[in-house]
């Protein structure tokens, strides 16, 4: 290894022998130490019998402000990674088929439904009516902006968490790997989201909406505060790190149960069906229209100020929700009111 200043040349090659036509990918990374060490240059490798006696080469940076001894260990894997991923779709692509199949039989059905077939003019006008009936509930526009912004700021944070993850220190960020953003957010992440949207329906159930939807408002923006800490702390330790996303996966699975069943409040009476569908639009709109600006606000702030922004940017999804919660029966969502 040749090293200059804050930057290291690795020297490495092949031993072995490939097939004609075989190609192993090669990817190193940091396996474990100070993560100040990055791969900033040839991270990945394709090797094949016609470049399998050519050296190849991994530059190494360290942070410039480091200022004391420190060390870390790299690591070369090599696979087939084309075909790893060709499995996991294929393997994501079953466990979905399969949920499908069993859902078509286990799924109930209402009584109602029959073997009428509808002619195409009745079910135009069936759809006319559902979507123009859903313009004409009460308080229709503060039901749309409580959609539309309840969840303003989650819809920012979600879309750079993960680049923030992965991004080197030197950018801002806390230069996890890919595997261990895997695990942050694929296992501590899901779990507490799990956990948490469990509670918000069983407190709902207990107190009913109105009673919590304040609080699982401030669940699920308040923990939003992790990655301010996150951001500026920049922590090495990977458990403080954990803590943080599973503070703010927990509180937004929290208050994602009381936007899941102010939906259910907004669809009541004729067309239930269609109206949910609908609200289900708007929720996907109101996570689609923050998110596509996201990443050009947080290239111009860096992720400091990007994710105070997002703190900002919770101030309206608290106005949407008080405005609504007086209009919402206190019955709503208690479990003798649902049954």
Same mark, same amino acid.
Request: proline share 4%.
């Given at each position: 290894m040749e090293a200059v200043g804050d930057i290291?040349?690795?020297?490495?090659?092949?031993?072995?022998?490939?097939?004609?036509?075989? +190609?192993? &990918?090669?990817?190193?990374?940091? &396996?474990? !130490?100070?993560?100040?060490?990055? %791969? %900033?240059?040839?991270?990945?490798?394709?090797?094949?019998?016609?470049?399998?006696?050519?050296?190849?080469?991994?530059?190494?940076?360290?942070?410039?402000?480091? &200022?004391?001894?420190?060390? /870390?260990?790299?690591?070369?894997?090599?696979?087939?990674?084309?075909?790893?991923?060709?499995? +996991?779709?294929?393997? /994501?692509?079953? +466990?979905?088929?399969?949920?499908?199949?069993?859902? /078509?039989?286990?799924?109930?059905?209402?009584?109602?439904?029959? +073997?009428?077939?509808?002619?195409?003019?009745?079910?135009? !006008?069936?759809?006319?009516? /559902?979507?123009?009936?859903?313009?004409?509930?009460?308080?229709?526009?503060l039901t749309i902006a409580f959609l539309l912004l309840y969840r303003f700021a989650e819809a920012q944070l979600v879309k750079l968490a993960s680049p923030f993850l992965l991004d080197l220190r030197e950018a801002g960020g806390l230069a996890l790997s890919t595997g261990e953003v895997g695990f942050v957010y694929g296992t501590v992440g899901v779990v507490m989201l799990v956990i948490g949207g469990i509670l918000g329906g069983w407190a709902a159930a207990h107190h009913g909406l109105r009673f919590w939807l304040l609080w699982m408002a401030l669940a699920i923006n308040l923990p939003n505060l992790s990655y301010v800490f996150l951001s500026y702390v920049r922590p090495e330790s990977f458990l403080a790190i954990n803590a943080a996303v599973a503070v703010e996966q927990f509180g937004y699975g929290f208050g994602f149960a009381g936007f899941m069943l102010y939906m259910l409040y907004a669809a009541r009476g004729e067309h239930e069906t269609a109206h949910y569908a609908i609200c289900t639009g708007f929720m996907a709109l109101g996570m689609m229209l923050p998110g596509m600006v996201s990443g050009w606000l947080q290239e111009l702030m860096g992720y400091r100020h990007f994710f105070v922004w997002v703190m900002l940017a919770t101030i309206p999804s608290f106005l949407v929700t008080v405005l609504v919660y007086f209009r919402i029966d206190p019955a709503f969502g208690r479990r003798e009111s649902v049954a």
């Open positions: 290291a040349v690795a020297h490495f090659a092949f031993i072995g022998e490939l097939a004609p036509g075989q +190609t192993v &990918d090669v990817v190193v990374e940091r &396996d474990r !130490g100070d993560a100040s060490f990055q %791969v %900033v240059e040839g991270s990945r490798f394709s090797i094949n019998s016609g470049n399998l006696e050519h050296p190849f080469a991994s530059v190494i940076q360290i942070d410039h402000r480091v &200022d004391e001894p420190t060390q /870390a260990v790299f690591r070369a894997r090599s696979g087939n990674f084309s075909l790893a991923w060709t499995s +996991t779709f294929y393997l /994501a692509a079953g +466990t979905f088929l399969a949920l499908a199949l069993y859902h /078509a039989y286990a799924l109930p059905r209402p009584l109602v439904d029959g +073997t009428e077939v509808a002619s195409a003019g009745r079910m135009l !006008g069936d759809f006319v009516a /559902a979507f123009t009936s859903f313009f004409q509930k009460s308080y229709i526009w």
